[in-house]
């Protein structure tokens, strides 16, 4: 039995404890990563499971924004180790957002066009590509 | 009390900002606007009235600019850096000092006000005499729709005018004198609704363009030539260049340049030959802009300009010349226009050209004080005329045609008394205000210096003092004297008739609108345009020249709704009645000033043989202005006298060093008098004369005929005597002038129309003022609109041609690509599907829900598998160890 | 690159707040309230920005989605708001088969790239200033002194890094935006709207006809100007 808890007690009292202590107190770059893949994953989930289409939209602004955050914290710390060009990241992110700004008002034309002639915002009551 | 000036132009701008913003949003009263109009300007006056006293007690001779005290500046356009390229061998050639200056500059413009003895004479007459069309005005336009607006454009231009001569710089010059034009632009539109305003306000836009195009040339050039547009700096640089004179080494350089720029400025805004056309169309505007702008402000801003850059037109003998021949020319040109026209407007219009070509050409012989002078007694009695004129065409219902006026002495004797000062102070008769100004031109043009042929000009200015008094004779007649017209006219008539009805059209039009709008007044056809050439058949009493007429009566009236009274019935009560009150009073102080204000520059002849009065002489108080191309100074000395100045400064200076060391509390005050106040206000230390016939030439070479010169040496040698008889010769002209008007509109009616008829082909020209807008539409206008019409067509056919081809040949392109697309990509996808379809459909019709979520859950799947491609048999290792990790634990 | 001190606290309380607040986003059966989260959520990312270092694109994210994008979409939801879902009549979620498949595989991803990550996280460089932090921070104090801000600064090099290598796309992006613009007008205009425009296509009002959304005096002044606009070319040809 005792053999049974010993990869917990490792856990608990090992270098492994240590790091992850480490970890949260002094957060880097993989912690960055780490959020912005949850987010993403936050995304993906709304994209995937709402029905309203409106909701499908802001959830892809929010895998944009995951997409934002690596870009950044990439740039920052391309900028703090020396290497390759540090403000590129955020220039990309400033495509992103222009880029995320007309998805969404051409989207949201999309949506009024598609209310004002199907009465409806619900995905799955949009089924013309199955003809 | 001279610190204060920068508030003079900042309160009229304040009065017309409120008005101009607030009144209509407010709807302010009548009331409340002019006193906003009338309050702004003549605490403007007081204040400019204050600074001159103090500034002439303090600092003349010397200019005071507010930025050098620090009372107020502003860096208006911060650093630039200039490279003097202009000018280069005269800079070389005036040597020393000025090379030393450098090729390159930082252009600073400063946004500061200068007073100086010229500065200052403009500023009392722009603000005296504004202060009285201010009054007027609140009297002329009363009941009109657009009160405030017509205030706050009189503001606004009183202020432009202000930033033009109180300016220190080329710049703010520049600023004032668009500022003035487009001031004159809006007040000529005010009718904007009558085609003629219109017209004629775009007409003296943008005659005033070319000239403001050249004055913006010469102002490039000073700027490229000195490096700086502050006066003070540019006239100092200016001084040390070489004259270039007709027999010297240069007879036209860079100087000449500048001048020339500037005088085509000069010419637009004072109406001179070529560009003097717009001013007799600018009577389209109410009375009192006529007055304020077309009289006695702004068509002035040439001759300031002019007097201000003398040092530059004095480097410039040719351009002297110019100035002269040009201003000779339009003087007498205008007078014989004026002679014929009818219009009363008209003729005032004509006869502010004629005097202001007098001006000029006391500019253009070298006398620029004399031609200040008469500008100064000008503004007195021409406004003075034209706010007459106003408060006769008030008083016959806006009929300008002086056809059918006569008699109305009776009817408004104090705006008649105040017309007869006017018209005998412009006539040149003793001792009234145009008799100084204008006895010294013709003086001056006589004995000029400057220029050769100084006989010629005399010659054609005495033939245009003529004219004008023949022409303000015969106006004083067909307006006050004799039959009583107006009653005759509207007794009856075709032309009344229809006249009646056009009132009467226009008053129900005006009673039935709320608000000025073009639809307000009936238009007029184009036939009824000012300007268009008039028969002269239609010259006889009451025929279709009417149609001219009855424009003027039915749009530039006031609302109908006119308290006053009279606006009501034209052709029923139609006896003249006297002004009101806010109208005469102006008249009356504008009299008093005609009369008396010649009295400043006063002929040495009549005191002795000399310039009396010290610094209220407007020749002594002018005098540090000038610059002396004989010494190469300002003021003028002769070289004697200049070296004795210079002596005393040693002196005083000397002086000034001991009494430095004695005590520190010599006041600065009485140490400037010393130098300065003392030696020059000894201007009358010489007799004119005596400076004249002793002084070098000033553009040295040898003395030319001199009509002066002759008739002095005629009399016996004596100056006095040359004098008197110049003199003697104005008043007779005057005098002839008089008693010809008197004998063709008073003694014998009859003459005009014989003699019309027997100098058929001049009176023609005259009265149609030598088709000069005839020929101007011809040449320029026509060509404009052709040239015009020619790019549009190219516009039209050729670029838009070109798009539409674009765009046919995309359309015709996109057919191709479209039929190819339906034929071939179409046949080969539909080919695919038809060949899955038959192969494998039941599988992918499954997989096909139509359900975006489903498609994106199939993209989730790529994703998570690409994840595990990379990193799955890495992962699967770990687990692998984990799991037979725990199964070792475990067991 | 490591946060230290306050910053870490910062960074878990942002991030945790956009976590939660885009999981609520997600789950929200009001559409009002998920933009609100959404925009929690962009606001706690811009935190992070900040915390990075990128002043310039946190103060752009505010601006332009908070202030921009998230103002359109409730002008939408509020176009268009249905409110069944609210009233507990319409489902919330797709069907269950479609919600627990997409929770699998998005679990999968994340579990994968946390994998990825870790695995990467020891070969990442070596922080270049760690090894002199405080030296670091007190070159940005004597920055701050000199009225420099890191943030203009940090705007500088990115305006002239977007103009220098970034002048096309830049250029690209306003293109697009212009595109999105007229697309988005084109496509929210109603079919009377789009028959008062002058260039209207005949086969769009025949369809519009057949449809019966159209009075007979439109089609008839649409009609007319379908005409003038073919006199109008054949005057031209």
Redesign the interface.
């Known amino acids: 039995m005792n053999?049974?808890f010993?990869?917990a007690l490792l856990l608990l009292q090992g270098s492994m404890l240590d790091n992850m202590s480490e970890g949260?107190?002094?957060?880097?770059?993989?912690?960055?990563?780490?959020?912005a893949?949850?987010?993403?994953?936050?995304?993906?989930?709304?994209?995937?499971?709402?029905?309203?289409i409106?909701?499908i939209?802001?959830?892809i602004?929010?895998i944009l924004?995951a997409a934002?955050?690596n870009f950044?914290?990439f740039?920052?710390?391309l900028?703090?180790?020396?290497?390759a060009?540090?403000?590129?990241g955020?220039?990309f992110?400033?495509?992103i957002?222009?880029?995320?700004?007309?998805?969404?008002?051409?989207g949201?034309?999309?949506?009024?066009?598609l209310?004002?002639n199907r009465e409806?915002?619900?995905?799955?009551k949009?089924?013309?590509?199955?003809? | 009390m001279h610190r204060y000036i920068w508030l003079v132009p900042l309160l009229p701008l304040l009065g017309a900002a409120v008005n101009g913003l607030l009144g209509r949003r407010f709807r302010f009263s009548e009331r409340l606007v002019g006193s906003i109009g009338v309050g702004s300007v003549a605490l403007a006056f007081l204040i400019s009235l204050a600074a001159v006293v103090s500034y002439g007690q303090n600092v003349w001779p010397r200019p005071y600019v507010t930025s050098e005290d620090g009372a107020f500046s502003y860096t208006w356009i911060p650093g630039g850096a200039v490279e003097l390229t202009q000018g280069e061998a005269e800079r070389a050639r005036a040597g020393g000092a000025a090379a030393a200056r450098g090729q390159g500059s930082v252009l600073d413009v400063e946004w500061s006000y200068q007073l100086d003895a010229l500065s200052s004479i403009f500023m009392l007459i722009i603000t005296g005499v504004g202060l009285c069309i201010f009054v007027f005005a609140t009297g002329y336009m009363h009941g009109d729709k657009g009160f405030y607006r017509f205030f706050a454009y009189l503001g606004l231009f009183m202020f432009s005018m202000l930033v033009l001569v109180m300016g220190s710089n080329f710049m703010m010059m520049f600023v004032g004198w668009e500022g003035v034009g487009l001031c004159s632009y809006l007040l000529i539109g005010y009718y904007f609704d009558r085609r003629e305003a219109g017209d004629a306000s775009r007409k003296a836009f943008i005659t005033n363009r070319i000239g403001d195009f050249g004055f913006a040339l010469a102002v490039f050039a000073v700027i490229a030539t000195f490096g700086t547009t502050q006066y003070t700096a540019v006239f100092e640089q200016a001084s040390s260049f070489p004259v270039e004179t007709m027999l010297g080494a240069t007879t036209w350089g860079i100087m000449s340049w500048i001048a020339l720029g500037l005088f085509v400025g000069a010419c637009g805004k004072s109406a001179q030959i070529p560009l003097y056309v717009w001013l007799p169309d600018a009577m389209a505007g109410p009375t009192p802009v006529s007055a304020l702008i077309h009289a006695a402000t702004m068509v002035t801003a040439g001759l300031y300009m002019v007097t201000r850059c003398n040092v530059i037109f004095q480097h410039s003998q040719a351009m002297m010349t110019v100035v002269a021949v040009v201003g000779a020319l339009t003087a007498l040109f205008a007078a014989t226009v004026g002679i014929t026209q009818n219009d009363i407007k008209k003729v005032l219009a004509y006869s502010t050209v004629s005097q202001l070509g007098f001006m000029f050409l006391a500019c253009g012989v070298g006398a620029f004080v004399v031609g200040i002078f008469h500008v100064m007694t000008h503004a007195f009695f021409k406004a003075l005329m034209f706010l007459g004129a106003g408060s006769v065409i008030h008083a016959m219902h806006h009929e300008q045609d002086m056809r059918r006026m006569g008699g109305l002495r009776k009817y408004m004797p104090k705006t008649y008394w105040t017309f007869f000062a006017g018209w005998l102070a412009i006539c040149g008769v003793i001792p009234f205000s145009g008799f100084w100004s204008k006895d010294e031109i013709l003086w001056n043009a006589a004995s000029t210096e400057y220029v050769s042929g100084g006989w010629l000009l005399w010659l054609v200015a005495t033939l245009a003092a003529t004219c004008t008094a023949f022409y303000m004779t015969r106006l004083m007649a067909l307006t006050f004297w004799g039959k009583e017209r107006f009653l005759e006219v509207r007794a009856g008539g075709q032309a009344d008739e229809a006249h009646a009805q056009a009132y009467a059209d226009g008053e129900a039009a005006a009673h039935t609108a709320e608000s000025p709008s073009v639809g307000d007044r009936p238009h007029h056809g184009p036939e009824e345009r000012v300007g268009a050439a008039h028969a002269l058949e239609s010259a006889a009493l009451g025929e279709p020249e009417g149609v001219d007429a009855r424009g003027h009566d039915i749009h530039d009236r006031h609302d109908p709704g006119d308290a006053a009274g009279h606006g009501h019935h034209p052709h029923g009560s139609v006896l003249p009645h006297e002004s009101p009150r806010s109208m005469w009073v102006p008249l009356a102080a504008l009299a008093v000033l005609a009369t008396v204000g010649g009295l400043v520059g006063i002929s040495p002849a009549f005191a002795g043989g000399a310039h009396v009065g010290g610094k209220l002489n407007i020749v002594n108080w002018l005098d540090p202005v000038i610059w002396n191309p004989a010494t190469g100074q300002f003021g003028k000395h002769t070289p004697a006298q200049v070296s004795a100045l210079a002596a005393r400064d040693k002196q005083t200076a000397g002086h000034e060093a001991a009494r430095q060391e004695g005590s520190h509390s010599a006041p600065l005050a009485t140490r400037t008098d010393d130098e300065h106040v003392a030696p020059v206000a000894g201007g009358e230390h010489a007799p004119s004369g005596g400076e004249h016939a002793e002084a070098p030439l000033p553009y040295g070479g040898e003395t030319r005929f001199n009509l002066a010169h002759s008739v002095q040496h005629l009399l016996g040698d004596s100056h006095a005597a040359a004098e008197w008889f110049f003199i003697v010769v104005s008043l007779l002209v005057a005098g002839f002038g008089i008693w010809l008007g008197f004998l063709f509109y008073v003694w014998r009616p009859h003459l005009p129309e014989l003699w019309a008829r027997r100098l058929g082909p001049l009176y023609r020209a005259s009265f149609n003022k030598y088709w000069v807008d005839e020929l101007y539409g011809a040449l320029f206008t026509r060509r404009t609109m052709d040239a015009a019409r020619g790019v549009y067509a190219t516009d039209s056919r050729v670029i838009d041609g070109a798009v539409n081809g674009a765009a046919w040949l995309t359309r015709q392109l996109s057919r191709f690509t479209g039929n190819a697309d339906r034929l071939v990509v179409d046949g080969a996808v539909n080919a695919v599907a038809g060949f899955v379809k038959l192969l494998m459909s039941p599988l992918f019709r499954a997989a096909?829900?139509?359900?975006?979520?489903n498609y994106?859950?199939a993209m989730?799947l790529g994703l998570v598998g690409a994840v595990g491609l990379f990193f799955g048999p890495e992962i699967w290792d770990n687990l692998k160890s984990v799991i037979g990790?725990?199964f070792a634990?475990?067991f | 690159?490591?946060?230290?001190g306050w910053e870490?606290v910062f960074?878990?309380v942002f991030?945790l707040a956009?976590?939660v607040a885009?999981?609520l986003?997600?789950m929200?059966r009001n559409?009002v309230h998920?933009?609100l989260f959404?925009i929690s959520?962009?606001i706690s990312?811009a935190a992070?920005?900040v915390l990075?270092?990128?002043e310039?694109?946190a103060g752009?994210?505010i601006l332009?989605?908070v202030g921009?994008?998230m103002v359109?979409?409730l002008?939408?939801?509020m176009?268009?708001n249905?409110g069944a879902?609210e009233r507990e009549q319409?489902?919330?979620?797709?069907?269950p088969a479609?919600?627990t498949a997409?929770?699998c595989f998005?679990?999968l991803?994340?579990f994968g790239?946390?994998y990825a990550?870790?695995q990467?996280?020891g070969r990442?460089?070596?922080?270049?200033?760690?090894e002199a932090p405080a030296a670091a921070r007190g070159e940005r104090l004597r920055r701050a002194e000199t009225r420099v801000s890191n943030i203009s600064e940090?705007t500088q090099?990115?305006g002239s890094?977007?103009y220098r290598?970034?002048a096309l796309?830049f250029e690209i992006?306003s293109v697009?935006?212009l595109?999105?613009?007229v697309?988005?007008?084109?496509?929210?205009r109603?079919a009377k709207q789009e028959l008062a425009a002058d260039d209207v296509d005949p086969l769009a009002v025949s369809d519009l006809s057949a449809a019966g959304e159209l009075t007979p005096a439109e089609i008839e002044a649409a009609a007319r100007r379908a005409h003038a606009d073919d006199v109008w070319e054949q005057s031209k040809s």
């Open positions: 053999s049974l010993t990869p949260v107190l002094r957060p880097d770059l993989s912690k960055f990563l780490i959020i893949a949850l987010l993403f994953a936050v995304g993906v989930a709304g994209v995937l499971t709402r029905r309203n409106i909701v939209f802001m959830s602004e929010l924004n934002n955050l950044i914290a740039s920052r710390y900028q703090e180790t020396g290497h060009n540090a403000v590129a955020q220039v992110t400033v495509f957002i222009v880029v995320a700004a007309a998805e969404a008002a051409i949201l034309g999309l949506v009024i066009a209310y004002r409806t915002i619900f995905v799955d949009i089924d013309l590509l199955k003809w | 096909q829900t139509g359900l975006t979520a994106g859950l989730l990790n725990m634990f475990a | 690159m490591v946060l230290h870490s960074f878990w991030a956009a976590l885009g999981l986003t997600v929200a559409a998920s933009a959404l959520a962009l990312v992070l920005f990075l270092g990128a310039f694109i752009v994210q332009v989605y921009g994008v359109l979409f002008f939408v939801i176009l268009v249905v879902e319409e489902e919330l979620f797709n069907r479609q919600v997409a929770v998005a679990a991803l994340v790239l946390f990550i870790n990467s996280a990442f460089l070596p922080d270049a200033s760690e940090d090099r990115v890094s977007l290598y970034g796309p992006a697009l935006l595109v999105a613009i697309g988005s007008v084109l496509l929210a109603t």
